[in-house]
């Protein structure tokens, strides 16, 4: 599969195609834009690919990978260079989320904006505007940057010295499915070479679909200060359609919601146990010295805070892990199931 970011005219269609594609099949969005801001060209022996949609900032269709034997979304994307042109490719790349089932889903290309601060160097600092978007996008769409190896800045304007930009505008995103069929998948962001664009490889790996552990609800997650304001902002979101379609996609919606919940809070919970206690020792160790530091004394009761949250969380979770055992192995009992039990609630 290659991808190429063009600005080409109708009245040359013919002859870039006779001199880049050759044997392979190709796409664009000349019909969605005069310029022809996408093309997408594919090696018929290893990969089929069907268009379903076309806009202006992105090709929307289906691969199937022969040698993976398996079915994937595939969106390439070219941002456009306004923040407020590129709002409509955030809606619509959450819209398409909506339709992807169980399937898994790859997105890259050029987003033409940064996630944080980090990815961008030199020239005027941007505002949590050129962020904040693809963020939420991200949020909304249950989508994380596929883990990737090379360049962590993608693009430069190839100046010198103090007059030098350089930005991480190209990345790949995956949800959660792709995570789980594609384990072992990476993307690799190449040197620039001509280009003031790095390329970008993603490897798929051996395409093997792991089991997937259903939803679970935790009990320490009701331990989060802001546990129940999650949920209710998340439920009162209208939903057009019937009571039943309202009641399913509410469900669905809390589920991602909960999710990252998890994520953001709980996720290696023994980790932040370890964390938290390590930070209120050290901070009790300061106000040996400084017994009178009403700083000190402010930050020894919000790590001891801290730390008791995060321990009764952890306590919570491993009572749960507990009864999960003890549930399955007298259902495996009864059923004279000589196998072993199946993955805990902890994998």
Request: net charge neutral.
């Amino acid at each position: 599969m290659a991808v190429l970011e063009t600005k080409v005219g109708n009245d040359s269609l013919s002859r870039v195609n006779g001199n880049i594609w050759k044997e392979w099949e190709n796409a664009n969005n000349n019909d969605s834009h005069p310029n022809g801001r996408i093309w997408v060209g594919w090696n018929k022996d290893t990969i089929s690919f069907n268009v379903i949609e076309k806009n202006p900032q992105f090709i929307h269709g289906e691969a199937w990978l022969v040698e993976e034997n398996s079915l994937i979304a595939l969106t390439i994307v070219y941002g456009y260079n306004q923040p407020m042109e590129r709002r409509r490719l955030w809606k619509e790349i959450e819209r398409l989320s909506n339709g992807m089932g169980n399937k898994p889903w790859l997105i890259m290309g050029d987003f033409n904006a940064i996630r944080g601060p980090s990815e961008k160097i030199g020239g005027v600092s941007w505002g949590d505007t050129y962020s904040d978007d693809l963020n939420k996008c991200c949020e909304e769409a249950n989508l994380d940057d596929l883990r990737y190896m090379g360049n962590q800045l993608t693009w430069s304007n190839c100046s010198e010295g103090h007059r030098r930009i350089a930005c991480k505008l190209d990345r790949a995103l995956v949800n959660e499915q792709w995570k789980d069929v594609f384990e072992e998948s990476f993307a690799m962001f190449l040197n620039h070479s001509i280009s003031d664009h790095s390329p970008c490889i993603v490897t798929c790996g051996s395409g093997v679909r792991r089991r997937r552990v259903p939803f679970k609800f935790y009990n320490m997650w009701v331990t989060h200060e802001n546990f129940l304001n999650i949920v209710r902002e998340s439920w009162q979101e209208e939903v057009d359609g019937s009571p039943m379609y309202k009641l399913i996609s509410k469900l669905k919606r809390l589920k991602k919601v909960l999710r990252r919940l998890n994520k953001e809070g709980f996720w290696r919970i023994s980790e932040k146990v370890e964390e938290a206690k390590g930070r209120l020792e050290d901070v009790q160790h300061r106000l040996q010295s400084s017994p009178l530091s009403e700083d000190l004394a402010k930050e020894e009761k919000v790590w001891l805070e801290n730390y008791k949250n995060l321990s009764e969380a952890e306590e919570s979770l491993a009572r749960q892990k507990a009864k999960q055992l003890v549930f399955m192995e007298n259902s495996l009992d009864g059923l004279g199931a000589a196998s072993q039990p199946p993955r805990s609630l902890w994998e």
